[in-house]
């Protein structure tokens, strides 16, 4: 199973009805933000007054299942956002785990990696660092924008099936993985669920994601999905 690196698969959702346990959250969540806001200038009895017979709306209204997704195919900023997304994971452990560091500690680690990596991290110039924080900016506005126009974006979880246990984890996955460096660069909440086997029986996954902090809007995809389809139900057949 293969994915294309620069085209992804977008979903844009369109909600007929409400979904009382995901949506009604969503927009009590925003009403509750604009409240804080608009209480300040008009007075918080005159906006309690219409705000709750909203509230009341929003838990009284039907509860359709059917969603309307419209898809696009659009491509995903170019840049050096893995590496970004390296330098700042690396100079940041290094960080967390300083005193683990210069106690040497570090060399009872069961991963001969694990080992030596906090030294090599520490070599990071600091100059590294503040680029990638830039880098990381200029993303996070490039995602911003992308999500003004879409809801969810969904693609394979992995670019591969799921591997053997005794898989080389360093030498194995070494493949690129732009949506999963934008996605631990800017903070994106994202969901896997099982969408098929291969034809070796080997369970592979689909991915949704969305813009930082709408967490509600990957479990909504996800929920959806898998009340449209059983893979997350069924078991692959044992050699």
């Known amino acids: 199973m293969g994915t294309d690196n620069n085209d992804r698969f977008i ?8 979904d009382p346990v995901f949506v009604a959250g969503v927009e009590i969540w925003r009403g509750l933000k604009w409240l804080i806001k ?15 017979p909203f509230l009341i709306g929003i838990f009284v209204l039907s509860t359709p299942k059917d969603v309307a997704y419209r898809n696009f195919h659009v491509a995903l900023p170019q840049g050096p956002f893995e590496d970004a997304g390296n330098i700042i994971v690396a100079v940041e452990g290094a ?15 069961a991963d001969p990696l694990g080992q030596i990596a906090g030294y090599v991290n520490e070599q990071f110039s600091g100059a590294d660092y503040l680029q990638a924080l830039r880098v990381r900016e200029i993303l996070q506005k490039k995602m911003a924008d992308l999500f003004d126009s879409f809801d969810v974006l969904a693609t394979a979880a992995m670019p591969v099936a799921a591997t053997p246990l005794d898989l080389n984890l360093e030498t194995g996955l070494f493949f690129p993985d ?12 994202a969901l896997s669920v099982p969408c098929g086997f291969t034809e070796k029986h080997l369970p592979v996954g689909l991915q949704f994601v969305a813009r930082a902090g709408d967490d509600f809007a990957v479990i909504q995809a996800a929920r959806s999905y898998q009340s449209h389809t059983d893979w997350h139900r069924r078991h692959p057949k044992l050699a």
């Open 38 to 52: 608009s209480a300040m200038l008009v007075g918080f009895g005159v906006l309690l007054f219409f705000f709750i």
């Open 178 to 189: 732009p949506l999963g460096g934008i996605g631990n660069l800017c903070g994106l909440p």
């Open 11 to 18: 979903s844009r959702r369109i909600f007929r009805g409400f």
């Open 95 to 109: 960080a967390s785990f300083r005193s683990l560091i210069r106690s040497g500690q570090v060399s009872e680690l």
